[in-house]
């Protein structure tokens, strides 16, 4: 828990990105705090303005058409809804254009929801005022940026040791970021290294949370003690916060983005079922499948606006994702759009009998008690009621071993379903993807 970020000067004497970021910070706290008609104002002005900007184009002023240029935010839904083929089609056809204020241009890749990689352009003020987002987040949760924070992550680029080192900034954040590749490693490796740190925070996937806890239990590791462990991308089911609570110490305060906005919703800090919109970055609506928004309350796909991202827009974009909206928190008060049943991709979410999606989950805990050979499976759905599982084990399942196995699964996913166990040497991963052990309809 050592902070090694210097010592700050004179407040006079603060870097003019500092004392940008500060500001940033700021602003995202006042307009989640203030009343509804503030936050409201503001997005109607800057939606206004990035339409106005679009409309140079003949292809944008063609898409936004049927916008009334008036009625303000209840009037979005007026636009088509923006799926991934069209935001490719936008990005690789249109010249990338940002008012001079916005600052140079950079691009970066995403494989985002459908496994079809995108390449788009972001601002340097989009990429500014989304890190400040993030980094708002910290006070909204009541960290301590004096302490370190573990990253693991698949993304960023291997460091040449165990984890790299990111030294603070000692006027915003003196702790430092130990960032571990996991990619190079097993889980259990991941989670041995884990035990071996002293820090306050772990920022990491809820998949790659949870391979880790199994590991620190199948392997009796003395787990660290943390105070939060921030998740991303994935969603968080509540076992996984649970067993977080129980082996770490720590509370999971979840963060909802995507890589072409930015930001879109954080975790209530008094509830783990509710996320406050970043209203300072995104709108949010919870649409039908035809885009008209539903009323609060029900449960549908979720689009988002980034209203800084004029490099490559995202307008009423579909991120594949299932929640509910809400008007305001109904847990802390704050008056800004919440999300709750926050269900995530719907390509890992599976239909019930009931009709009710879940976001289904198989822990490595769950296959080794049934069958403690097995070290590698794939379940892809073939049909409305029925998976193919593809598991390779060390030897042969035994027969009371297939059985405890389809009994794991009816219970984890569903007794209505029926699962092809299949035996393989080794499961075949589609080339080129993150690995996906549960591959559902979607
Ligand atoms: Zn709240």
Redesign the pocket.
């Known amino acids: 828990m050592t902070a090694t970020g210097g010592t700050p000067g004179w407040p006079h004497e603060a870097p003019s990105d500092v004392a940008q970021a500060l500001v940033d910070m700021r602003f995202v706290h006042v307009l989640e705090h203030g009343p509804a008609v503030q936050w409201q104002a503001w997005q109607e002005q800057r939606l206004a303005a990035l339409l106005q900007w679009l409309r140079q184009s003949a292809r944008w002023r063609d898409w936004l058409a049927p916008w009334p240029g008036e009625g303000g935010l209840g009037r979005l839904h007026a636009l088509p809804v923006m799926r991934r083929a069209d935001y490719r089609s936008f990005i690789e056809r249109e010249p990338v254009r940002v008012p001079a204020g916005f600052g140079g241009i950079g691009h970066t890749e995403t494989s985002g929801s459908s496994g079809q990689p995108v390449r788009f352009a972001y601002s340097a003020l989009a990429r500014r005022l989304n890190v400040n987002t993030f980094a708002a987040d910290d006070q909204r949760q009541g960290r301590d940026t004096r302490a370190d924070t573990l990253v693991v992550t698949v993304q960023a680029h291997p460091p040449a040791g165990e984890h790299g080192v990111a030294e603070g900034d000692p006027w915003l954040h003196p702790g430092r970021r130990l960032i571990r590749h996991s990619g190079g490693y097993s889980v259990e490796d991941n989670a041995r290294w884990l035990c071996r740190q002293q820090a306050a925070h772990l920022a990491t996937y809820p998949a790659l949370l949870s391979g880790m806890l199994g590991a620190i239990q199948r392997h009796g590791l003395r787990p660290p003690r943390l105070r939060q462990v921030i998740t991303f991308a994935e969603t968080v089911d509540p076992s996984l916060r649970e067993q977080t609570q129980r082996i770490l110490g720590a509370r999971i305060t979840d963060r909802y983005s995507c890589e072409e906005i930015g930001p879109i919703a954080f975790q ?4 783990d079922h ?1 996320h ?1 919109v970043a209203v300072s970055n995104a709108i949010v609506e919870v649409v039908d499948e035809s885009g008209h928004p539903l009323p609060h309350g029900r449960q549908g796909s979720v689009l988002v606006t980034g209203l800084h991202q004029w490099a490559s827009p995202a307008i009423r974009y579909e991120l594949g994702d299932i929640a509910t909206l809400l008007p305001h ?6 008056q800004v759009p ?1 999300l709750t049943r926050l269900l995530g991709r719907r390509r890992v979410l599976v239909e019930r009998a009931s009709g009710e999606l879940v976001y289904v989950r198989v822990q490595a805990a769950h296959w080794l008690d049934a069958a403690p050979g097995v070290h590698e499976w794939r379940m892809v759905q073939t049909a409305p009621r029925a998976f193919d599982v593809e598991v390779a084990a060390a030897q042969p399942l035994t027969g009371d071993e297939q059985a405890a196995v389809q009994a794991m699964l009816a219970s984890r996913i569903g007794p209505e379903f029926t699962f092809a166990l299949r035996e393989v040497a080794q499961v075949r991963w589609p080339p080129g993807r993150k690995k996906q052990e549960i591959v559902t309809l979607g």
């Open positions: 209530c800090p008094a509830s509710h406050h928190c109904p847990v802390c008060g704050v919440t």
